[in-house]
């Protein structure tokens, strides 16, 4: 059975910094490309942060603006996301996907989400 499973978020203070890690399991982690999306309310989803199946290559969404880093362990099947100088606006649901990135693989086109974990940021 393949699964996300995210932790880390939790309640933080303006300023303050968390850090997300998604593990998954049931599919061949190194395969994928991973990210990370995020839901607030009365906003549509959008992309925070992708890295590539080797961790080469990394993307952040423009209101990053370097205060987010995105790693990934391919031995522990986990991916992190490293916030730092959150805000209030970075309040949301953050979820995990995966997507099979390399067109030649066995499993290109599978997509994955996992359940989120909730970021709050106030005081």
């Known amino acids: 059975q393949v699964q996300l499973v995210e932790s880390g978020g939790g309640l933080v203070q303006p300023g303050g910094s968390l850090r997300l890690s998604c593990e998954g399991s049931g599919f061949t982690f190194d395969n994928y490309l991973m990210s990370w999306y995020r839901q607030a309310p009365g906003k549509e989803r959008e992309m925070v942060a992708v890295i590539s199946w080797t961790g080469g290559r990394t993307n952040y969404g423009d209101f990053v603006k370097a205060r987010f880093t995105i790693s990934r362990d391919n031995a522990k099947n986990t991916v992190y996301l490293q916030m730092n100088n959150l805000q209030p606006d970075d309040t949301a649901v953050y979820l995990c996907?995966?997507?099979?990135?390399?067109?030649?693989?066995?499993?290109?086109?599978?997509?994955?989400w996992g359940k989120g974990t909730l970021v709050t940021v106030s005081p």
């Open positions: 996907n995966a997507f099979a990135q390399v067109v030649s693989g066995p499993d290109y086109g599978k997509d994955y």
